[in-house]
C-alpha cells in the first residue's frame, strides 16, 4: 500500500484536487527550481494547476517513492532522496531543488532502480511526465533548466567513470567538493553537508570498498580537513578544500598538456 500524505495545506478540497498554491510557493524553500514557477508564466502563478501534487513521503515508504519517479517529475520541497541501482550503488543523490524526471536521468538505459528519503520525511512536488514534457516544449526557461540538469548528470557520469584512473584521496576530495557545492549549509564558521549518508553510500560514490573509504575519510578527519556529526559530513577548512580541489586539477591540466601537444596542427587547405 502507498502510504504517501498530501499536504493539506496545498488543496482547497480534497475531493475537488483544486490546488491552492500561492502561500506554499511564497514559503517555498527552492521556488527558483519550482515546479509550477518553470512551467508558466508569472502572470499565471495563481492559476490552480490540478495535476501537480505536494507530497510528504516517510522514509520507509520507497516504493512509493520509487514509483512516484518512474511517472512523474520531481522537484525536491524539503530534504533528499537516493536513486540506486540493484546492487545497491548510489545513481543519483538529490536534495532541495534537485529536479527528477524518468526520461530526463535515464532515458536510454533500461535499468532497474530504488528510491530512498534521507530524512524521516521529505517533502516534493510531482507533476505527471507527460504534462511536464508538454509544457517544457512550450517553456524556454523550464526547457533550460531541463539542459542543465541534463548537462549536470552527464557530467557526474564522466567524472564516475574518470574515478578508477585518481588515487582514493583524490576522489574523496572531489567528491567532498561535490557534496559542498549542492548540499553544503553554514555550521557556525564551517560547511556542513545537510544530507546524510551512511559508509557505504560514500564508498559507493566514491567507486571503493567500505574499507578503504573509510580509512580516507578517517585520515582526512585526522589532518583536520573534517569531521563527522553522525552521518553527517562538516568540513572544517573550506579554504583548504579549495586549495586541495586546485592542486588536482592543476595535476590534471599538467597530465593532459603534453598529449595535446602532440596533436598535429590541421593543414591548410
Known sequence: MMEVTIATAAFRSLKGTVMQHPQMCKE???????ILRLT???????RPENELKILTIKKKDTQAL?????ENAITTRHGA?????EGGDILFLTGEGSLFGPELHLPRIKIEFHARPLMPEIEVCALPWSAFRKNAEARPALMEHVLV?????A???RLAFQWTKRSLRDRAILLLDMLRERFGTRYGQFKMIKVPLTKIDIASMMSTVQESAVRVLSELRENGLISQNGKRIIILDNDRLDHLIQEIRDSQRAVLQPALQEVP???EP
Do not use: G, I
Open 28 to 34: 517555498c524553500p527552492v521556488a527558483n527550481q519550482c
Open 40 to 46: 508558466r508564466p508569472a502572470e499565471q502563478l495563481d
Open 66 to 70: 520509487t514509483q512516484l519517479l518512474k
Open 81 to 85: 532522496f537516493k536513486v540506486t541501482d
Open 149 to 153: 540538469e541534463m548537462a549536470n548528470n
Open 155 to 157: 557530467l557526474t557520469s
Open 265 to 267: 596542427a590541421p593543414k
